[in-house]
DNA sequence: CTAGGGTTAG
């Protein structure tokens, strides 16, 4: 408040003024920030707003802040960073606020933060509403976290809004992501309503939990219920149909498509040609991926690791060199595909070509599925110690795939040596493997080393195998 | 005052 004789004299100073000034048209008004805010293109015209509202003393506009929080929070040109800033300058944000907020996290590379201001959400006594939860749990699916789903589950309980299909369906998918299918079939079960998203979620929660006929069980169920799948439904139905080998579905959900006009994007495209490619049907897949408009890296990937799989090495490898003329960049899931073929065909030389090229052209570490195939490679084509010598340089502890295939090799090329090691390897990571002791002891017989067969013999009777690393240096005795 | 979901590779 101004001193009693200030604000006379200003009342006294704006009659004078008033009167004293002809009439002339009242001055255009300020364009309200609000629509500056909500025509915002760029980072640079925000700021110049924001700047706007601090200089005319207009940050606490909640209706301006809310509009400009979201343009920097949400969109593809804004700065979630910035945000925060903002967001951090509003004395008392709405739930609106919170819920940008809590939703740009969710989805960028910090979910856990979405969970923080959750949290500061509820500290400052701001009720979430059925806005929030969804992005909440969007959160959860995104940090893979069951014990926050079911924290913030309880959440969802007593705030009553469990009922509302959004809800619904985020419980169903953080759920399914943190692999409790089980508690995402009982919210989806107990929910009083549901619509296709739900269904849809439910679904491809099947299918990325390696139970397909689930998937396809519950895809027929509500087919029987009188939903009408979209393309997004139909991509997860294909993707279960691959998994257990159904190409007849598969076929008619081709049909379904064709008969309906539905557009076949490069999600769906790619479900199909995946469907078609893991059942063998490589010439039906290779129709498909040619004709579609749009493929991305999953695309190729399905087709290349497609005819890999079904022995069309070539092509395989044809299409890899494709794949750099149309500028897709491969990842390690190609590389995958590309060594499997040439391990399938002992195409060595180019194999170690594609693997050397894998981290200096294409900047990408080998993993343990990479160093597997050169292994294998190595191992079919007689290199059995090189074989050794590259799985030791690894910095993973070899598992039990790669010491299968080298132990094959081993079996293959006769070589006990490498082969004693190898078991040895296998039985600390599964102590009960009886089938190595088989080869192993086959291997001996074949070499006539008839002692080593006797001693493996007992042991094996005495079901001590865990006595085995080692087990050429124990007595007959013990 | 405002807003939101589910999809493809191994």
Known sequence: ?????????????????????????????????????????????????????????????????????????????????????????????????????????????????????YIKMRFFEVVPGKHTYPFLLKACSNLGSILSSKQVHTHVLKSGLDLDLHVVNGLVRAYSVSKKIDYARRVFDEALERNLSIWTTMICGYAQNCCPDDALELFDEMIVQGFEPNGVTLASVLSACAQSGCLELGDQIRLFIKRKGMEVGVILGTALVHMYAKNGAISMAKELFDNLLVKNVVTWNAMICGLAAYGHVDEALTLFRGLEREQIEPNDRTFVGVLSACCHAGYLDVGRKIFDSMKSMYGIDPKIEHYGCMVDMLGRSGRVVEAEELMKSMTWKADVVILGALLAACKNHGNIEVAERVVEQILELEPHNHGVFVVLSNMYAEAGRWEEVSKLRKLMKKGNLKKIPGWSHVDDDN
């Open 1 to 117: 408040m101004l001193p009693r004789k200030q604000q006379l004299f200003r009342r006294g100073l704006s009659v004078h003024c008033s009167l004293s000034l002809t009439p002339s048209p009242p001055p255009p008004k300020p364009p309200s920030l609000s629509i500056l805010a909500d025509r915002c293109k760029s980072m640079d015209q925000l700021k110049q707003i924001h700047a706007q509202m601090i200089v005319s003393s207009r940050i606490q506009d909640n209706f301006a802040a809310s509009r400009l929080l979201s343009f920097c929070a949400l969109t593809e040109s804004g700065d979630l960073n910035y945000a925060s800033k903002l967001f951090n300058c509003i004395e008392e944000p709405n739930s609106f606020m919170w819920n940008t907020m809590i939703r740009a996290y969710a989805s960028g590379s910090q979910p856990s933060e979405a969970l923080f201001l």
